[in-house]
């Protein structure tokens, strides 16, 4: 006799990962600490630093240089986004605290799904904020090109993306968000500091002092330099920076793209191992 049940309908995998991703989006939104935070921290610390150190900065020749506002712009714009990644990676262990995750975690569903959605929630969330902080810009002296919106947009989504599937190899090994923000602020705010958004790339010099060389050299193997790097000449294409080192933008983007793509097959990677207190 045939069987009058019906299996269950599977979800597609790729509309798992949006209602995570939207999940991600209305907690974010709820909680308005996460916002005042995330952007609250970069915006605090342009106006300050910008303020303290504008009399003092020079870069540049002539009267072509930016200013210390204009420079630091780009960096305070990937240090939102780092702080998005920071907060919106958090969310893995309360899920996994509130019992959420494996929930998930036994649905019929792959494992990059659920990745993607996390992560694509966190990316979505960073790019809306950034826009916000872009609009910060029209109060600098620079005539930026509105027409490369759309590459400075994309170029900011895979910096965010990137980011966030970092915090989700460092949050998917961790069950406390203690030692969470211990990790991070050992990884994530050097690697913000050597990306070039607080103070110029040293420009390589023959027979140069071997700190400046090394710093050079440590900075240039920092994917982060790339993305601000490319951020400050979307923003700025017509500022001088002579005395640093400045990529080619052809190269921010596949720098950029690469760690992007990198960091989410490692979050792919290391959510099919078994996570703190995790049977499964």
């Known amino acids: ?6 299996r269950p309908a599977i979800a597609s995998p790729l509309a798992v990962a949006w209602s995570l991703a939207w999940r991600e989006i209305v907690r974010f939104f709820r909680q308005r600490n996460r916002i005042i935070g995330s952007i609250g921290t970069p915006l605090v610390f342009w106006l300050l630093f910008g303020a303290g150190l504008s009399g003092s900065f020079r870069m540049g020749t002539g009267t072509g240089g930016p200013s210390f506002l204009e420079f630091f712009f780009p960096g305070s714009l990937l240090l939102l986004v780092l702080f998005t990644a920071i907060f919106s990676s958090i969310s893995i262990i309360e899920d996994r605290r ?6 998930v975690l036994v649905a019929p569903i792959p494992r990059w799904s659920m990745v993607l959605g996390k992560v694509l929630g966190g990316t979505l969330i ?34 965010a993306l990137g980011l966030t599937s970092l915090g989700f190899v460092f949050a998917w090994r961790l069950d406390s968000t203690q030692g969470f923000h211990a990790i991070m602020n050992l990884v994530l705010m050097p690697m913000w500091l050597l990306s070039g958004g607080f103070f110029p790339v040293p420009a390589a010099a023959a027979g140069g ?19 601000v790097s490319g ?39 290391v959510s099919r191992q078994p996570a703190p207190g995790d049977s499964l």
Do not use: K
């Not at 509130?98 to 929930?103: A, D, P, T």
């Not at 990529?247 to 793509?261: K, Q, R, Y």
């Open 126 to 159: 960073a790019v809306f904020q950034g826009l916000i902080f872009l609009l910060l810009a029209l109060t600098l002296p620079i005539e930026f090109p509105w027409r490369w919106l759309p590459a400075l947009v994309g170029l900011i989504s895979l910096a």
């Open 231 to 269: 951020v400050r000449q979307l923003l700025s294409p017509g500022l001088d920076y002579t005395g640093s080192y400045v990529p080619e933008l052809t190269w921010c983007w596949i720098v950029t793209l690469a760690f992007a793509g990198i960091c989410f097959a490692a979050a792919v990677a």
């Open 1 to 6: 006799m045939a069987s009058t049940g019906s």
């Open 98 to 103: 509130e019992g959420f995750l494996q929930g």
């Open 209 to 227: 002092r071997w700190p400046e060389q090394a710093l050079h050299f440590a900075m240039r193997a920092n994917p982060l330099t790339y993305s």
